[in-house]
């Protein structure tokens, strides 16, 4: 990355700075999208190619055993686990975030058949939002989703609710809820609490077991570093398990799965949220990935993550006419990622990216940067906003190619 | 493998022998087990560097536009397409076989409300059954999963039968339906006609348009070699396109999936078909394992499917005692493998895997062998057979080591 010449004060005595060099970045970019696709882990293309020449290639059906994957989801969810204050057995990855989040607000929904109403914010991600739909119109059973802007929630906890359904960091502001609080008042009400953690795994530290959590799933391909659509994972309160039952009876789900019996028997533990067999390929990628994070204190790493997000915030709102401030300011209840509104965010983020500075634009005017504490340095921040600074006092982002939106934005 | 010493007079003027280069097989090994696993296409690990280093690496998350990842799910649809005999826009690939059937069944079940009869065979494979007993009991409406024999099929089919849920080739004997047949009186029943393709596709032709069959779903890791866990495919006939709606209703399957709307609006073609991000590097090797098929002609392929299967047949019944064919002797209702019973089957396919013969145990008593006219030729058949033969003379599988089971089988 350019900044690689720079340096910064703050960047002194900077613990994570060798991860630095456990990522393959490219030249001339500055990566604050980390928080929408993880980079590269410089380890991970000669694992994949041991997994495919080796392991697929040489071992062939043989490799299911051979080398260990049949165990891969439960052995990946439970590195996952660690980063998410998850005890062993409560995490199995596979299958989309989508997918996982059908599968637990089935199960949760079941838990609680006399309510109807599943509670969300208009802060959600879409697909969970989607996905919460579909289930509701198959049902057919009277359920609402209700949805309530973000700081509404807390009080909109009441004993209608069966479920109270969250993405804990808001994908466009990166407004972080209250898990602990939020997941005690929804208790209180007799109500589930299902968290999905896709702006909070590997982000900073997420506690599932200490807040009491019933459900949560996640993402495998943002502050994972887990490849592009890289495998989700999902999580089950131990003291649900063998209660709290999925509907997409696949047969890794199954309690025998290779007896192939012609009932499905469901498995008593978290492997009751597998369904079909899993991309190999992928969650090989995203196994190799962890390795990055073993020997990282997600304290230091979330110390990082606020002073850089800090710095940026300064620099922007002293130096950057025009742009506004659509994060909280208050570290406490922001995640990873900095977001700021711009008419023209669009246009914006196309010039930045044209100049290096890959972040991420969100409708109708949000420009949105990740900061990742294992690869961007204070250097990067102040480099990026140089850019940035630049860009808006030439007005460079008022150009026509710059206007033009691609599929994906 | 070993056998590209030996010759075979059946194996002259095979169109389809140049095609053994385009894989990766270990020496020593003749590899009856495609239909379990296919094995590596040669040039797929330079493939998925390029998609790791190249795409993933360098251009992160400008990847989806620039390499065309966005389209990946219906590019790859397509091109499976030419092979089961559906025409463009009507096949995604994405998901697991288990839930593409969860799709497709609740669209199929919702396009018959008045109707409460899932009608399947006893030779399914399970995660299909299994599947359909989730939906079932998610849906709490008195539907009914009906399993008759496999040969009791078409007299089964009455006016109470919503959906004729068929894999069309048996897992275990390779028994093989008549899809035109029985998707006619399906249709003449006013039932919709669902077809798992997970031994068909690439195995043969299949004729999913001509057929007039409603709804299919595949497998992409066995005849067509994507790799370990490669994501599987959903066809849906374009009549019913933008009627029958699929439930797992992710942001990917949204009209507008990046305009971040709250509500879910179906797209309306085969992209609601759709549900969360894929796994990128195992459908990138999915992709890349198609080329392979790209210049074949499947009825060329089929005919020495054919000649393999039956050489397989008549030299196994004249050398081989003790083992009793479990699948049809007649080509025409027989898929691309062949199956015998044996009273230890399971320690006699550990014995013939020990000695380099890779085919599959299924319970309780079948040996299986699946010919994949790509890459096994005549020879390989004779002399997978002398293995075979030599096992049984010394009854080298009755050893303690080859009872011992493993966890897949």
Redesign the interface.
């Known amino acids: 990355m350019t900044s690689q010449l720079t340096t910064h004060p703050l960047d002194a005595g900077d613990k994570l700075a060798a991860k630095r060099a456990a990522f393959?970045l490219?030249e001339g970019?500055i990566?604050l999208?980390g928080n929408?696709?993880g980079?590269?882990p410089a380890h991970?293309?000669a694992r994949?190619?041991e997994v495919?020449?080796k392991?697929?290639?040489?071992s062939?059906?043989?490799?299911?055993?051979a080398h260990g994957?049949?165990e891969m989801q439960n052995r990946i969810g439970d590195r996952i686990g660690r980063l998410v204050g998850a005890a062993p057995g409560q995490i199995v990855a596979g299958?989309?975030?989508?997918?996982n989040l059908?599968k637990v607000l089935?199960a949760a929904l079941a838990l609680r058949p006399e309510r109807k109403v599943i509670l969300s914010d208009?802060g959600n991600?879409?697909?969970d939002?989607?996905?919460a739909?579909?289930?509701r119109?198959?049902?057919?059973?009277g359920h609402e989703l209700r949805?309530v802007a973000p700081e509404e929630v807390a009080g909109a906890i009441d004993d209608s609710v069966a479920v109270m359904m969250l993405t804990q960091v808001d994908y466009r502001t990166g407004r972080r809820h209250d898990m602990k609080d939020l997941t005690q008042r929804a208790h209180a009400a007799g109500a589930i609490a299902l968290w999905d953690l896709a702006h909070s795994a590997g982000a900073f530290q997420v506690e599932l077991d200490a807040c009491v959590a019933d459900f949560a799933i996640g993402c495998g391909?943002k502050y994972l570093n887990g490849?592009?659509?890289?495998?989700?994972f999902v999580y089950v309160a131990r003291r649900h398990q063998g209660v709290a039952r999925q509907?997409?009876?696949?047969?890794h789900g199954?309690e025998a799965p290779?007896?192939?019996?012609?009932?499905?028997r469901p498995a008593q533990g978290i492997d009751q949220m597998k369904?079909?067999?899993?991309?190999?390929?992928?969650?090989a990628?995203l196994e190799a990935a962890l390795d990055v994070f073993d020997d990282v204190d997600m304290a230091v790493l979330r110390a990082k993550s606020v002073s850089l997000c800090e710095l940026f915030i300064r620099e922007v709102e002293s130096r950057c006419e025009g742009l506004v401030l659509a994060s909280p300011r208050d570290a406490a209840v922001r995640g990873s990622q900095v977001s700021f509104h711009f008419p023209e965010g669009y246009a914006l983020m196309q010039a930045l990216?044209a100049r290096g500075v890959?972040g991420?634009f969100?409708?109708p005017d949000i420009v949105r940067f990740g900061f990742t504490p294992l690869y961007v340095s204070h250097a990067d921040v102040v480099a990026a906003v140089d850019i940035l600074a630049d860009i808006l006092a030439t007005r460079a982002w008022d150009r026509h190619e710059y206007k033009t939106r691609?599929?994906?934005?």
């Open positions: 393959d490219p970019v990566y999208d929408s696709l980079p590269l991970v293309p994949i190619e495919i020449r392991e697929w290639g040489t062939l059906i043989r490799a299911w055993n994957w049949v299958d989309s975030t989508s997918i059908f089935s208009t991600f879409p697909t939002l989607y996905m739909q579909g289930l119109d198959l049902l057919d059973k949805l391909y490849g592009p659509g890289a495998p989700a509907p997409l009876a696949g047969w199954h290779f007896a192939f019996e012609l009932d499905y369904v079909g067999t899993t991309p190999i390929l992928s969650m990628a990216i890959i991420d969100r409708a691609a599929k994906v934005t």
